[in-house]
């Protein structure tokens, strides 16, 4: 735990300086780590993991495997810990020193690495392990060890990060299932000369790592505790400890020592202190390979993933035909029938005159019936009994007439820009909305250039993290900009939004996952945040996040000021299209489709656009997240195009959205926009829940609790970030249609 809190504290220090990760950025060509003949290369173990749990465990904390003695390796020692990032703790990385010698040029057939003695509890867990399929992940030179394959064709050969920790066979007489551990590991080195001086001082580069590990029973004729003969192992090492069992039972078994009959009885049975010895070894081969150019080494964990290329470039012809679709209706509403409609009303305006308005009487000025039913903020005397009144100007009969022909979204002149309910709430979502997005940019934007990549290990958490607390400034700035224009100039209260805007999503993300974490901590797995991790977070979201957010909010609220609206807004709001209906009155065709259907089916129908243009992609993410936790997710390229589509498509989508919600007279489009924009991530989410269902085979409560869990953080990150995508393109858009008949 202390050496958690110490990195976790040494990582809040450096992290303001970016130049301190640069040096583990991994560019083709740049940070070539070289060995010459006879030099020790440090093999480090870090966890097991299971594509059917999402517990993952420190390779050390299993009790059945060889714990370190502390041997040196040059200037290293076995069981020492490594330092690691935020990146790699967030993820689970435990990496440390193992016993295994790597010495670059000197193969050895076999070194015996110890007996290890377990429990029978130890072995139920072992056995459980195997049954899950935990594989076991080491790492030479940065690289993690690998299984190795060949094509389909038997063209190329292609790496599988990591290796089974055991396996499971079935007996031919009673069917049942068998475990077995592999306690052999054969490791195999592929090197070629190392690019440029390096190489010509007789430095060689890693450019390959192999495991190929193998089940020995404890039977098998062994010379200095290794196997005698490794190709031919008769026997293999069952996780079975016999229970105590009756002098009958034992002369039976012993007429048959090699058996696979076990006679019908629990093996639980028995006292947990009784003991069985694990006999480990290894064996080390080093070959030169000069087909892998080093830059290239990562090729081969990648190439039996090209194959879905061909469906990346689908999924980006599928996005671009919805996308284009979209744009062309958009086009249509911009180009057509915004344009007839204002040249329509600069006609009649033209040839009947501007329209006037009425006198002030000392109790006020409200709208009258007319005006009100034209929505351009047209006044009246509020006290008909006065006789003043009939000294105002009234309203001509050619007026009426022109008003006549105005419908549609230009009568919300005087409404579209009211205040809406609950403007406190939505201007934090906006600021954060836009932190978001810039996070996610500059995510997408590092990986696709190659900066972020499966060498830097943690990098995308780290990278992740930091971009997110820079763009606290501009979380900041949003959110006061959208609420000084929602509330008028004496009411600054900025400060009280800054600090909502700081704490809202980030505050409620940390507790999601601090309460998480306590279930991830009882099961003793690897992926349990450091307390001392813990600290530097909320260390680093206190000291450095909420006073960019304060100094963003100060120039956004106190320098920027509101944004101007194209129109004014008038003192009586203007009945709502449900209202009119109520009262009897007709309502135009626009009214009546839009309030057909609730605002939930709207939202849901407008979101479901969004996810088509994603849903294939999110199948790779997904395989590699909840699958493939060996692998990695390297197809950026693919993503940062299917992404860009993304944005375009849910600006368009909330763009005719809000406009159909205008033309049906309903002026309250600020939450709706943000909900249509965000929509997406409801289909996201049932995606996430049919993907759990149809595809994972996660066994478990917790494993069950963190994938919803963390399932539903995802989505909700990625709808606030289309949310304000979708706000911000509505309120350009409806600025844009609103100056056009500008009328003061």
Not at 222 to 249: A, K, Q
Not at 297 to 303: I, S
Not at 382 to 402: C, F, H, M, Y
Request: with cysteine; proline share 4%.
């Amino acid at each position: 735990m202390g050496q958690f809190a110490k990195t976790g504290l040494k990582w809040l220090l450096s992290s303001l300086a970016l130049a301190s990760q640069a040096q583990a950025f991994y560019i083709p060509g740049w940070s070539i780590k070289s060995y010459k003949d006879n030099e020790h290369i440090p093999l480090m173990v870090n966890k097991v993991y299971s594509d059917n749990t999402q517990l993952q465990y420190a390779y050390y904390d299993l009790p059945f495997v060889c714990p370190p003695t502390g041997n040196s390796h040059g200037s290293l020692l076995s069981g020492q810990s490594i330092s690691l990032n935020l990146g790699e703790v967030l993820r689970g990385d435990r990496i440390t020193i193992s016993d295994i010698d790597l010495v670059l040029g000197q193969d050895k057939e076999c070194n015996f690495l110890c007996n290890q003695q377990i429990t029978r509890k130890d072995m139920r867990r072992a056995k459980q392990m195997v049954k899950e399929g935990y594989v076991v992940e080491w790492i030479v030179d940065n690289l993690p060890g690998a299984t190795s394959f060949v094509t389909v064709d038997k063209t190329r050969k292609y790496y599988a990060a990591g290796f089974k920790l055991g396996y499971t066979d079935y007996s031919s007489g009673t069917g049942k299932p068998r475990y077995f551990l592999n306690n052999h590991h054969t490791v195999v080195i592929r090197y070629r000369t190392a690019p440029g001086r390096a190489g010509e001082k007789g430095g060689k580069v890693v450019v390959g790592f192999e495991v190929y590990p193998k089940s020995v029973g404890p039977s098998v004729k062994r010379e200095n505790g290794c196997p005698v003969d490794l190709h031919d192992v008769e026997e293999n090492f069952e996780l079975y400890m016999p229970p105590n069992r009756t002098s009958t039972e034992k002369e039976i078994i012993s007429q048959f020592p090699h058996s696979s009959y076990h006679p019908e009885v629990n093996e639980d049975e028995g006292d947990d202190d009784d003991t069985i010895s694990v006999p480990y070894s290894y064996s080390v081969y080093f070959r030169e390979d000069d087909t892998i150019e080093w830059n290239r080494r990562w090729d081969l964990y990648f190439v039996n993933q090209e194959e879905g290329s061909r469906i990346h470039w689908l999924a980006i012809i599928n996005s671009l035909v919805i996308c284009g679709l979209l744009s062309g209706i958009t086009l249509i509403i911009l180009a057509r029938t915004i344009r007839s409609d204002i040249k329509g009303y600069r006609e009649v305006s033209a040839e009947d005159g501007k329209v006037r308005m009425t006198r002030k009487s000392k109790s006020g000025l409200v709208r009258s019936p007319k005006s009100e039913k034209a929505g351009f903020g047209l006044l009246e005397q509020q006290n008909n009994n006065d006789p003043d009144n009939n000294e105002g100007d009234l309203l001509s009969a050619s007026d009426d007439e022109a008003l006549e022909d105005v419908t549609g979204w230009k009568l919300l002149h005087a409404d579209v820009f009211r205040k809406p309910a609950y403007g406190y709430l939505l201007a934090p979502l906006v600021g954060s909305g836009m932190q978001l997005l810039f996070m996610a940019t500059g995510l997408v934007l590092l990986s696709a250039v190659g900066i972020l990549n499966p060498s830097f290990r943690g990098g995308f958490l780290s990278a992740g993290v930091g971009l997110f607390v820079f763009a606290g400034v501009f979380s900041g700035y949003f959110s006061a900009r959208v609420y000084r224009t929602f509330n008028e100039p004496g009411r600054d209260r900025w400060v009280a939004n800054a600090l909502v805007t700081a704490s809202l999503v980030p505050g409620l993300l940390f507790g999601l996952v601090f309460v998480l974490n306590l279930f991830v901590w009882a099961q003793a797995s690897s992926t349990a945040i450091p307390f001392g991790t813990l600290t530097a977070i909320v260390l680093l979201w206190l000291c450095v996040q909420v006073p960019l957010v304060y100094a963003g909010a100060w120039y956004g609220f106190v320098k920027t000021g509101p944004w101007e609206h194209p129109t004014k807004t008038a003192t009586v709001p203007r009945p709502l299209p449900s209202q009119v209906q109520g009262q009897g009155q007709a309502a135009s065709w626009w009214s009546w489709s839009y309030s057909s259907r609730s605002r939930v089916q709207a939202v849901l129908l407008a979101g479901l656009i969004p996810f088509a243009v994603v849903f294939v992609e999110l199948l790779f993410v997904f395989q590699s997240v909840w699958q493939d936790k060996s692998g990695y997710y390297y197809v950026f390229g693919f993503l940062s195009v299917v992404l860009a589509i993304l944005g375009v498509t849910v600006a368009e989508v909330t763009v005719v959205a809000v406009y159909a919600q205008l033309c049906a007279e309903d002026h309250r489009w600020w939450w709706q926009s943000f909900c249509v924009g965000g929509a997406s991530s409801l289909w996201v989410f049932a995606y996430c829940v049919w993907y759990y269902f149809a595809s994972l085979r996660v066994e478990g409560l917790v494993s069950a609790v963190l994938f919803f869990a963390y399932s539903f953080m995802a989505c909700c990150v990625y709808g606030l970030l289309t949310g304000t995508i979708g706000f911000l393109s509505a309120y350009a858009f409806v600025r844009r249609i609103y100056s056009a008949i500008k009328a003061d």
